[in-house]
């Protein structure tokens, strides 16, 4: 097997076409701050999964880190 080295502007041009092909779909699922609803109002929590990428566990833990922070921040040696 021969190993065949691509010169680095060739490289860069394809990993960079490769990007741009991946990234333009997900620029175009963007929402804008006014359409991501208040999760506080929508369900009583901290976190908006608009993408459904997390499990409802995983959801359910990070409400819970999140709403102890100002109980562990009041604990913390490290603030005023």
């Known amino acids: 097997m021969k190993?065949?080295?691509l010169p680095f502007k060739q490289t860069f041009?394809?990993?960079l076409a490769s990007l741009v092909i991946i990234a333009i779909p997900s620029v175009s699922l963007a929402v804008t701050v006014e359409q991501v609803p208040n999760?506080?109002?929508?369900n009583k929590g901290w976190v908006t999964d608009m993408a459904d990428?997390?499990?409802p566990n995983a959801e359910a833990q990070l409400n819970?880190?999140?709403s102890n922070l100002p109980k562990m921040a009041a604990k913390s040696p490290y603030l005023p």
């Open 13 to 15: 041009c394809a990993g």
């Open 3 to 5: 190993f065949v080295a």
């Open 64 to 66: 819970q880190i999140i």
């Open 53 to 55: 990428i997390l499990t």
């Open 39 to 42: 999760p506080r109002q929508a």
